[in-house]
């Protein structure tokens, strides 16, 4: 008999067998495959992002791509200032006489010099840095551009940190000191006592707050109960709804939108709150935070004069508080608040008009006048200065910004600042300064402040994690609180902000 192949024999088989059989075959079969299909784990769908915030993350994807190429990966009442006297809202000082007593540092005679040196080397390419100037929500947001919640999400944190320099161990730092802060946080109100904790000032419980909850909001923590930060979302929440509870809020007061105390603390508090309207995820939470805000800028606001600056009460000549507001006005301004763009162009007037011939900006001037008279020197005040400018859109390769960046910097006064790693204040404006005019500023100030400011944090006992206010300048006055919550935003300048690098358009 001949051999027949496997597939001769199927064929003659299906030619003998009736009809009925083979469709019964093929029923069975088919049904056999649905009931696999049916009884088959389904797969969790991709997550999905709405339009806006898809096309936001691809952008930011791709602003830290293009980074990674081009970048070497070495490569309070709250007073911090070094004049705490009382000043009327009519009071001016002549900042031609030394009437305020400075205790930070013994200061040479003042000497003019207008000299200029090179221009530092950018850590980013020139035309990268155009690209980012024009990543903004409007005009003027350099120092605030990007969505907060991007710049400050653990890849964020990781990829800015890493571009920027930041040296091992400052995580570990940061994390230290906000686990003291939860530590310490008052459990019923959800804010911070400075008196409770070594502060010396009676009326600081909305500024101390304030500092404290942008202390967590930097590195990144909100009310997400879950990730790698979920340990402080209830510590988050705490804070923002203490600060919304403590403010004036009745609409038939004289003073809606007001926290009770003096305005270092009304320009804390109004930050922090801006930037919790941009970071939280609790709409509820969010909206309350935003409406509180938004309070708190329109009281700072109806307080303005038209030179545009401010003092402890209300209009004034104060540089450090003026400060203070601004930081408050850009946050708001990146909240996407109502900030009216002629209360910037008035700050910026009177940030110009206060820097004399030499760089130097003095703790107060007089408004009325377009050239300032040599006052003493203020290396702390010419940071404020010199970074607020910077955020409000003026270029770092500007002769105003070069000229303050080397009066800062002359004779390494500023590294001298860094190395001591006391003056908590001066510290951070000048973090903030030397950030944003990159180059070898920064590079020079990174090797140098970091550091010294971790090996001053407490390690053992108690009060670990936080900074002594005994052993820095002014920090009895603000106390612990102050102290650590400055600290920690110093540490964070790498990943607060994305730096401004770039002039952007007038108002």
Same mark, same amino acid.
């Given at each position: 008999?001949?051999?027949?192949?496997?597939?001769?024999?199927?064929?003659?088989?299906?030619?003998?067998?009736?009809?009925?059989?083979?469709?019964?075959?093929?029923?069975?079969?088919?049904?056999?495959?649905?009931?696999?299909?049916?009884?088959?784990?389904?797969?969790?769908?991709?997550?999905?992002?709405?339009?806006?915030?898809?096309?936001?993350?691809?952008?930011?994807?791709?602003?830290?791509?293009?980074? =990674?190429?081009?970048?070497?990966?070495?490569?309070?009442?709250?007073?911090?200032?070094?004049?705490?006297? /009382?000043?009327?809202?009519?009071?001016?000082?002549?900042?031609?006489? =030394?009437?305020?007593? =400075?205790?930070?540092?013994?200061?040479?005679?003042?000497?003019?010099?207008?000299?200029?040196?090179?221009?530092?080397?950018?850590?980013?390419?020139? /035309?990268?840095?155009? #690209?980012?100037?024009?990543?903004?929500?409007?005009?003027?947001?350099?120092?605030?551009?990007?969505?907060?919640?991007?710049?400050?999400?653990?890849?964020?944190? !990781?990829?800015?940190?890493?571009?920027?320099?930041?040296?091992?161990?400052?995580?570990?730092?940061?994390?230290?000191?906000?686990?003291?802060?939860?530590?310490?946080?008052?459990?019923?109100?959800?804010?911070?006592?400075?008196?409770?904790?070594?502060?010396?000032?009676?009326?600081?419980?909305?500024?101390?707050?304030?500092?404290?909850?942008?202390?967590?909001?930097?590195?990144?923590?909100?009310?997400?109960?879950?990730? /790698?930060?979920?340990?402080? &979302?209830?510590?988050?929440?705490?804070?923002?709804?203490?600060?919304?509870?403590?403010?004036?809020?009745?609409?038939?007061?004289?003073? +809606?939108?007001?926290?009770?105390?003096?305005?270092?603390?009304?320009?804390?508090?109004?930050?922090?709150?801006?930037?919790?309207?941009?970071?939280?995820?609790?709409?509820?939470?969010?909206?309350?935070?935003?409406?509180? &805000?938004?309070?708190?800028?329109?009281?700072?606001?109806?307080?303005?004069?038209?030179?545009?600056?401010?003092?402890?009460?209300?209009?004034?000549?104060?540089?450090?508080?003026?400060?203070?507001?601004?930081?408050?006005?850009?946050?708001?301004?990146?909240?996407?608040?109502?900030?009216?763009?002629?209360?910037?162009?008035?700050?910026?007037?009177?940030?110009?008009?206060?820097?004399?011939?030499?760089?130097? +900006?003095?703790?107060?001037?007089?408004?009325?006048?377009?050239?300032?008279?040599?006052?003493?020197?203020?290396?702390?005040? +010419?940071?404020?200065?010199?970074?607020?400018?910077?955020?409000?859109?003026?270029?770092?390769?500007?002769? &105003?910004?070069?000229?303050?960046?080397?009066?800062?910097?002359?004779?390494?006064?500023?590294?001298?600042?860094? !190395?001591?790693?006391?003056?908590?204040?001066?510290?951070?404006?000048?973090?903030?300064?030397?950030?944003?005019?990159?180059?070898?500023?920064?590079?020079?100030?990174?090797?140098?402040?970091?550091?010294?400011?971790?090996?001053?944090?407490?390690?053992?006992?108690?009060?670990?994690?936080?900074?002594?206010?005994?052993?820095?300048?002014?920090?009895? #006055?603000?106390?612990?609180?102050?102290?650590?919550?400055? &600290?920690?935003?110093?540490?964070?300048?790498?990943?607060?902000?994305?730096? +401004?690098?770039?002039?952007?358009?007038?108002?």
């Amino acid at each position: 008999m001949e051999q027949l192949t496997l597939g001769e024999w199927v064929r003659s088989q299906l030619k003998r067998a009736p009809s009925f059989a083979l469709a019964s075959a093929i029923t069975g079969i088919l049904l056999f495959i649905c009931a696999t299909i049916e009884y088959a784990p389904a797969s969790e769908p991709p997550p999905t992002l709405p339009p806006v915030r898809a096309e936001i993350d691809q952008e930011v994807r791709q602003q830290l791509d293009e980074i =990674d190429r081009n970048v070497d990966p070495e490569a309070p009442e709250l007073e911090p200032t070094d004049e705490m006297v /009382e000043e009327s809202v009519e009071s001016m000082v002549d900042t031609e006489t =030394d009437v305020i007593d =400075d205790d930070f540092h013994v200061e040479a005679d003042f000497v003019e010099d207008d000299s200029m040196v090179t221009q530092p080397t950018d850590p980013l390419p020139a /035309e990268f840095s155009e #690209q980012l100037a024009t990543i903004s929500i409007d005009a003027g947001s350099g120092g605030f551009r990007g969505e907060l919640s991007q710049i400050r999400s653990p890849a964020g944190r !990781r990829r800015m940190a890493r571009q920027a320099g930041m040296q091992e161990g400052t995580d570990d730092a940061i994390l230290a000191g906000l686990r003291w802060l939860k530590r310490v946080q008052d459990r019923e109100t959800g804010g911070w006592d400075a008196r409770k904790w070594g502060g010396n000032r009676t009326r600081t419980t909305a500024g101390i707050s304030g500092l404290a909850l942008l202390a967590f909001l930097g590195y990144g923590c909100t009310d997400v109960p879950e990730g /790698e930060l979920a340990e402080f &979302a209830p510590t988050v929440v705490k804070a923002i709804e203490h600060l919304i509870d403590i403010q004036e809020q009745s609409p038939d007061s004289n003073r +809606t939108g007001w926290f009770g105390e003096r305005l270092y603390s009304q320009g804390i508090a109004t930050m922090a709150l801006a930037e919790a309207s941009e970071m939280v995820q609790n709409p509820y939470l969010r909206q309350r935070a935003r409406e509180a &805000a938004q309070l708190g800028l329109d009281y700072i606001l109806e307080l303005q004069p038209e030179h545009g600056a401010f003092s402890y009460t209300g209009p004034g000549t104060d540089v450090s508080v003026t400060g203070f507001q601004l930081q408050a006005l850009k946050a708001a301004l990146t909240a996407g608040l109502d900030v009216p763009s002629e209360a910037l162009a008035r700050t910026e007037r009177f940030f110009s008009i206060s820097m004399h011939s030499s760089g130097s +900006t003095p703790y107060r001037i007089d408004p009325e006048r377009t050239v300032q008279r040599r006052g003493r020197k203020r290396d702390n005040m +010419t940071a404020v200065s010199l970074t607020t400018r910077l955020w409000l859109g003026q270029s770092r390769r500007s002769e &105003a910004a070069q000229l303050q960046a080397e009066f800062l910097t002359r004779d390494n006064r500023h590294l001298n600042v860094a !190395r001591a790693g006391r003056n908590v204040y001066q510290i951070y404006y000048l973090s903030l300064a030397m950030y944003n005019m990159g180059g070898q500023y920064w590079h020079d100030w990174n090797e140098a402040f970091n550091e010294p400011l971790r090996e001053a944090q407490v390690k053992t006992g108690p009060h670990a994690g936080s900074w002594d206010p005994e052993k820095h300048t002014r920090g009895t #006055q603000g106390g612990r609180v102050y102290t650590t919550t400055m &600290a920690l935003m110093s540490l964070q300048v790498y990943f607060r902000y994305l730096p +401004t690098y770039q002039a952007l358009d007038a108002f």
